[in-house]
């Protein structure tokens, strides 16, 4: 088989793999519980090729993901449940759906008019989903008006998006300053908890801090994932350049004390505010 920039060869590829007689030995041991992984992993290394700006990666790491889908679509396919075609046209369905002010008849709509069509034609969504799965013998209770946010979400993404929706019926606080507050409380909170040496309760109260600051990142329309992987970055930044300025004077990270090593930290943050 040949290279080919085809979908359609992609599709044929992955039939291939999963032959019962001829395919790979690994592709034909796995399920949709097994790749589920794999999608996850692929998923953020797109974003983290878009976060370094390496393009030539992207390109890569986009035709993994894209693997991903025929993957799923492919053990779909041989369970009778749907293929690929079929994701095609769900996509393709529900993007004309929700644009009908861009290949509809609703033209010159304004954002907040966009907006409300969109969470009505969401709505309308969402009630066919259930009658499918109700046609398909599946249960109707997706967990109420929080359902369907993944669960496999990251932690501080899936807080953000549960507090988001249940801000819409009204359940937020309606003050920034509120949340502050809100913050100083749960830290107060994880402060009783250390005391008590329950290890529970600590991790309880650590939960309800993080969600809390979720909360706020979310008040200032800040993406709280986005923020802690941005620090996650400068702390590796600034952490790397304790380590070289030891090096230059032939020591090591063990060999430094932690006064030192605050002082190097300090000294890469002020160079990190140079260069912002």
Not at 22 to 37: H, K, N, R, Y
Not at 185 to 195: D, K, Y
């Amino acid at each position: 088989m040949s290279p080919s920039s085809d979908l359609e060869r992609l599709l044929e590829i992955m039939a291939a793999l999963r032959d019962p007689k001829t395919g790979c030995p690994w592709d034909l041991e796995q399920d949709f519980a097994s790749i589920a992984p794999y999608t996850l992993e692929e998923a953020y290394e797109v974003v983290d090729a878009i976060e370094r700006g390496d393009f030539v990666d992207l390109k890569e790491e986009l035709g993994d993901l894209l693997l991903q889908v025929v993957f799923h679509s492919q053990l779909a396919e041989e369970k009778g449940l749907f293929a690929f075609p079929d994701v095609v046209e769900a996509i393709t369905n529900k993007l004309l759906r929700r644009h009908p002010h861009v290949f509809g008849d609703a033209r010159d709509m304004s954002p907040a008019e966009v907006k409300a069509v969109w969470d009505r034609i969401k709505q309308q969504e969402k009630a066919e989903r259930l009658a499918a799965r109700e046609k398909a013998g599946l249960s109707r209770d997706i967990n109420g008006f929080l359902g369907g946010i993944p669960t496999p979400l990251p932690a501080l993404t899936r807080a953000q998006k549960l507090t988001t929706k249940a801000a819409k019926v009204g359940f937020d606080w309606p003050e920034t300053k509120q949340v502050v507050d809100k913050i100083h409380e749960e830290l107060e909170e994880v402060r009783e908890a250390a005391e008590s040496g329950i290890r529970d309760r600590i991790e309880d109260e650590i939960g309800d801090l993080l969600f809390a600051v979720t909360n706020l990142a979310r008040h200032h329309d800040i993406d709280p994932e986005a923020a802690l992987r941005r620090t996650n970055a400068k702390f590796e930044r600034r952490f790397s350049a304790i380590e070289a300025a030891l090096a230059k004077a032939n020591r090591t990270l063990d060999e430094a004390s932690l006064e030192e090593m605050e002082r190097l930290w300090v000294e890469a943050k002020l160079q990190d505010r140079k260069q912002s």
